[in-house]
């Protein structure tokens, strides 16, 4: 869901995410398709706000936020005293059938699942033949709202909120359900840290048949910032889809910016598509390499390459937490630890010496042989590598640093896109498909601590072709 706000101009709105006029009237945002239900900021000087619903059993209190696919209420229900948050579809979607279909699906969806970390759905009706939702009531702000006022978040809050995602998702798939639409802007945090995943409108059962991701006017379905590979190619798609979404969010947790931008949607698209994933360390270098492999291992571009269950992935994130709160524990512990065990051995070696320089032995027991000092061979850094080939290769690696052992990487995992955690050096790549009939020779090197993100193009490639296979036309 992307957020929008109202601009100063009359019948005018500008999309907080790409910063694009919407027209008056547009059901999203032309240039990055944000559709969801916006956040409400009055414009200055407008007295001008929407009359409230009448709904029986509820007081609306005030809009929370609008957009094309209609409004959100805070409400009070009249009859449990509580709190609750009323969506109501807008006219103009409940008289289009794919509009009412999809709102009676995000209902079903979120009823379905029961987890804490999913919205909450209360009860469902109709208002003057407009479908509604009454829901839960999340007390906070947004993901995105906090990203943007707090700029990269700690490595263990960003694991913590990851944790939490991943149990909702994991809820929705022992549904068979897949959100589909996973972006900082759907995630919900109250004022007590506690997370809500929210906005199931584009969630949809697995045996549904029409599962593309390009509606009829070929606006995309989902939002390219965080869109999977499969899911851009109305490929039909599972909780790996999901995960790759979670992947870009953890990124953009860790660095407060989104791995990919671009002019238009399409050109966004594309990277999700044919650019590897840059590595979050370009930003914040202090990062462990254990998160930026997390990140690596969650958006790959083929689906069979990402964690093959929401309980892999759980006990990787919990990896990276108990390996990073250790971490952080030895830390503290040695600062205090560490001078004390300087003064104690300082002690000793006074006492050795005041006790030697008193000792009558003959000089032949005072030389002690010592053993020579073993010399080990430095160990070298390991750094992520990513590997992309337009359109596609297999990849021969062969070390040209001396020293350096390759480790055994399968056949399957050397097409690319692939990736591989290799000892810091030169490398040669020998690139290959059944279109050339030489392979093509690269010479790379690779740095602990850079981006290592290379890609080749082999030679008789039409990149107007693959743009047309991509775009789904001949």
């Known amino acids: 869901m992307r957020l929008r706000e109202n601009s100063r101009m009359a019948n005018l709105q500008v999309c907080s995410s790409c910063g694009g006029t919407i027209p008056e009237g547009s059901d999203n945002c032309p240039r990055c398709f944000a559709e969801t239900i916006d956040s409400p900021i009055t414009p200055a000087g407008s007295s001008v706000a929407p009359a409230p619903p009448a709904i029986a059993a509820y007081r609306i209190v005030r809009l929370l936020g609008k957009g094309g696919m209609g409004a959100v209420y805070l409400a009070e229900d009249n009859t449990l005293n509580r709190p609750v948050a009323i969506k109501i579809i807008s006219e103009k979607q409940a008289q289009d059938t794919h509009g009412r279909n999809r709102f009676l699906r995000e209902a079903r969806a979120m009823a379905t699942i029961d987890n804490p970390h999913v919205i909450r759905v209360h009860s469902f009706g109709e208002f003057s033949g407009q479908p509604y939702i009454v829901m839960e009531y999340v007390d906070g702000t947004t993901l995105a709202e906090r990203i943007k006022h707090e700029g990269p978040l700690p490595v263990n809050e960003a694991l913590r909120i990851l944790r939490y995602i991943v149990d909702a998702l994991e809820a929705a798939w022992e549904k068979q359900i897949v959100h589909r639409d996973i972006k900082p802007s759907n995630i919900l945090v109250d004022k007590k840290g506690r997370i809500r995943v929210a906005d199931f409108g584009l969630a949809r059962p697995v045996q549904l048949a029409d599962d593309a991701s390009l509606t009829q006017s070929g606006s995309v379905v989902g939002t390219p910032h965080y869109i999977s590979p499969e899911q851009a190619q109305g490929q039909t798609v599972d909780f790996r889809s999901d995960i790759y979404s979670l992947g870009v969010v953890l990124y953009e947790m860790l660095v407060a910016e989104r791995p990919f931008e671009g002019t238009t949607p399409f050109s966004i ?31 790959r571009k083929k689906a069979d390459k990402r964690p093959s269950s929401y309980s892999q992935l ?22 205090v630890t560490v001078p ?42 390991t750094a992520i ?9 297999r990849v021969k ?43 093509v020779q690269k010479t790379i090197k690779i740095q602990s601590g850079a981006a290592n993100s290379f890609v080749f193009t082999m030679p008789a490639y039409d990149p107007r072709k693959a743009f047309a296979k991509i775009r789904g036309t001949n």
């Open 314 to 335: 759980r006990e990787k994130i919990d990896s990276i937490s108990n390996r990073h709160a250790t971490g952080k524990s030895v830390f503290t512990k040695a600062r």
């Open 340 to 381: 004390a065990a300087i003064l104690v051995l300082i002690s000793g070696i006074a006492i050795w010496f005041q006790q030697s320089s008193q000792t009558d032995a003959p000089p032949e027991t005072k030389r002690l042989s010592r053993p020579s000092p073993v010399s080990t061979p430095p160990t070298r850094a």
């Open 397 to 439: 690696l062969t070390p040209l640093t001396k020293g350096i052992s390759l480790p055994v990487i399968p056949e399957k995992e050397r097409i690319t896109p692939c990736s591989f955690s290799l000892p810091e050096g030169e490398y040669s790549v020998e690139l290959s498909n059944d279109s050339v009939l030489q392979p």
């Open 385 to 393: 590598v990513t590997i992309n080939v337009l359109p596609w290769a």
């Open 269 to 299: 698209v594309n990277k999700h598509l044919n650019t590897p994933m840059p590595s979050p360390k370009q930003k914040r270098p202090e990062l462990p390499d254990s998160i930026v492999s997390l990140v690596y291992s969650m958006t």
